[in-house]
């Protein structure tokens, strides 16, 4: 059983965030590849922060890429994050919006 990529995710604050995007994001938007696409991504905290993701897209032709970033200053809660994707005729398509939890962390 593969889990939905809309899942609510949990993360410990100051854990790097690491996510490999399945091609079923883009498909689900209507790309057939990523080639001229501009893919940014963005996790908004509790206390309404953006935090930029860095994102990495080894192969445009395929529909697979990667985000990242460091929790390190995120504020505990809950959190929401979405991928945008830019056609190069700049026509703009969302993902779904993924609940994101940031437990506080113990260990320093």
Do not use: C
Request: glycine fraction near 6%; charged fraction near 20%.
């Amino acid at each position: 059983m593969t889990t939905s990529p809309y899942s609510t995710l949990s993360i410990k604050q100051g854990s790097t965030f690491e996510k490999s995007i399945p091609a079923t994001v883009a498909q689900d938007l209507g790309f057939t590849d990523l080639v001229g696409v501009t893919v940014t991504s963005s996790i908004v905290t509790v206390d309404s922060m953006e935090h930029k993701l860095t994102v990495v897209i080894p192969d445009a032709t395929q529909l697979t890429f990667n985000v990242s970033a460091n929790t390190t200053g995120w504020k505990v809660g809950e959190a929401n994050w979405d991928i945008k994707f830019t056609r190069p005729d700049g026509r703009v398509a969302y993902s779904p919006t993924v609940p994101v939890r940031i437990a506080k962390r113990f260990t320093t």
